[in-house]
């Protein structure tokens, strides 16, 4: 992904709110490939013309194979006050997914989940987990493919939250290659939705940006969305 590619909703002094393409690191890894982080400081480099080292601050995270909204804090303080929000539960965050089966037309999943040293995250007991909820809401079934569009707000952030709490209920999300159906198909797990309190200004921020219409997307009228 070059500089040129980068989709940016909204920027100011303080935060910078960018579009993550699906299979883009957050942050850099062992792979040393590309990551979102790199490239926003480049564009931030380049646009201001600004010299040595540019700060950013990663608030959040999105997995590699998941796109979506995130937000990126330009000032020390603007990461320590969204670090807060994040924290104190007042920074909404919302997904869209498609799952395998059909659900209630809305509900909460809590569980207690445990990151492994394989990576991989799995549903334990309260002694030995940390605490995961999050609410959903079907938007729409395909009856024909048995799939379900549905809505999910994250009250938690923890790793692979939504895909162990869905794949452990028999709804595993299309394209998880991981927790769900190994069929190279690219998941369908997208971060469409940001809304907090300007870390400086005050004021209400709202940010949406649904999924590019393809592949599995297109089954679905994400215009119901709106």
């Not at 162990?164 to 998941?187: C, E, M, P, T, W």
């Amino acid at each position: 992904m070059k500089v040129s590619d980068l989709k940016v909703l909204y920027e100011d002094n303080h935060i910078i709110v960018v579009v993550k393409p699906c299979n883009i690191l957050s942050q850099a890894d062992a792979t040393n490939d590309k990551d979102l982080l790199t490239i926003v400081k480049e564009y931030i480099k380049e646009k201001y013309n600004k010299p040595g080292n540019v700060y950013l601050g990663l608030v959040h995270r999105l997995d590699r194979p998941v796109g979506g909204v995130m937000v990126f804090a330009r000032s020390s303080k603007a990461a320590s006050r969204l670090t807060d929000m994040m924290k104190t539960h007042n920074f909404t965050k919302k997904y869209l997914a498609v799952v395998n089966g059909f659900l209630d037309s809305n509900g909460t999943f809590e569980d207690y989940l445990l990151k492994k040293e394989d990576g991989n995250t799995i549903v334990t007991n309260k002694n030995e987990g940390k605490k995961a909820t999050l609410n959903y809401r079907v938007i729409e079934e395909n009856s024909s493919n048995k799939l379900s569009l549905v809505e999910i707000e994250l009250l938690t952030g923890r790793h692979h939250q939504i895909r162990v709490q869905f794949a452990s209920r028999g709804h595993s999300l299309y394209g998880d290659q991981r927790y769900g159906k190994q069929d190279n198909k690219q998941i369908a797990l997208w971060a469409y939705k940001l809304e907090f309190i300007h870390p400086v200004k005050k004021e209400k921020m709202n940010f949406t940006c649904l999924p590019d219409k393809r592949d599995i997307w297109d089954l679905f009228n994400l215009n119901l969305l709106k």
